[in-house]
């Protein structure tokens, strides 16, 4: 069986066809899409309830930064760690552990703040370190996606199918602008974490126990490493000097750097500028509307770079157009 299956892999690799059946792309979509919102949900989390956190714990503003910020230090470590663990070892594998990691520390996020204050003057270093923690475990989604999606997909679906999942990231920006915002204001910030928390917890579930149960996701997933697209010509390696040395290269990092650092202070202080600047407003609508152009401009976005590619536009002038 496991013979036959690592035939039809390569030779639907050769015949440019997808691994999935139509079934499993639909199940995976759902599944990742759902994954995507989740792991924005939580990661939203926290900048929506500093406000309420700050205010009863006593931090100043830089210890509301310094928490809000050292997120990102774990996320940038892991970036290129986690493309390389889940070609190695499978993405799937690598997105499960990593959400369960980052699900079970929003879940106790309030255990954590709490018994911080056990250590007096390490209270905000011991909720960084956490926080690190957190964003090193959510640093992998993406790079795992890509994976999963890359080694199941023909080249032609990759890009439209990925884009889509990506609007995953503004449906749970506005869950949690929503249900958090909800949460807070009537049963408290505690379990504003506990509940998203545990939607994540129960998505991981779903990802183990149903999308991942088939017994041929699980033999291509350990049967197909990455090295047998080595036999069909793709280069095994990423010739990382040739980039480094491309300034259109170092152009997507700077422009992707820039948009970032907008995107991610908005992110991260719009709660702290609506609850002192609008304190009398209502919690869900100041969290939810600045985000709801998220969804329909994402699909804009892949709906225009697809019009414009089948016009031979190039993939630089459309970057630079966006």
């Not at 041929?216 to 990455?226: C, H, V």
Request: glycine fraction near 6%; include cysteine.
């Amino acid at each position: 069986m496991e013979e036959k299956l690592k035939y039809s892999f390569l030779r639907d690799l050769n015949d440019g066809q997808s691994i999935w059946t139509r079934n499993e792309k639909r199940t995976w979509f759902l599944t990742l899409l759902t994954g995507t919102c989740m792991l924005y949900s939580t990661r939203t989390t926290m900048p929506l309830l500093v406000p309420a956190v700050a205010a009863e714990r006593k931090w100043s503003k830089t210890d509301s930064g310094t928490v809000l910020s050292s997120f990102f230090w774990g996320y940038t470590l892991t970036q290129v760690l986690g493309g390389y663990l889940s070609d190695k070892f499978g993405g799937q594998k690598v997105i499960l552990l990593a959400a369960i990691g980052w699900s079970l520390i929003t879940f106790w996020m309030p255990n954590i703040i709490t018994s911080s204050t056990l250590f007096a003057s390490y209270s905000i270093p011991f909720i960084v370190t956490v926080r690190i923690i957190n964003g090193a475990c959510q640093g992998v989604h993406f790079p795992s996606m890509i994976s999963i999606t890359s080694q199941n997909l023909s080249s032609c679906e990759r890009a439209s199918f990925f884009s889509i999942l990506t609007s995953g990231s503004a449906l749970g920006t506005l869950l949690t602008g929503i249900v958090g915002s909800f949460l807070l204001d009537y049963f408290g910030w505690p379990t504003a974490f506990r509940v998203i928390g545990f939607l994540g917890l129960s998505w991981t579930l779903f990802l183990r126990y149903y999308t991942m149960a088939s017994d041929r996701s699980r033999i291509i997933n350990i049967s197909m490493p990455s090295r047998m697209y080595t036999k069909l010509g793709t280069p095994e390696t990423v010739p990382w000097l040739r980039l480094f040395e491309r300034s259109s290269f170092w152009a997507c990092v700077l422009a992707h750097a820039c948009e970032m650092n907008c995107f991610f202070v908005l992110l991260s202080w719009l709660p702290t500028y609506f609850h002192e600047n609008f304190p009398h407003a209502k919690g869900w609508v100041v969290n939810m509307i600045p985000w709801l152009a998220l969804p329909p401009v994402t699909f804009f976005g892949k709906l225009l770079t697809e019009h414009l590619l089948a016009k031979q536009w190039t993939l630089t002038r459309i970057r630079k157009l966006v």
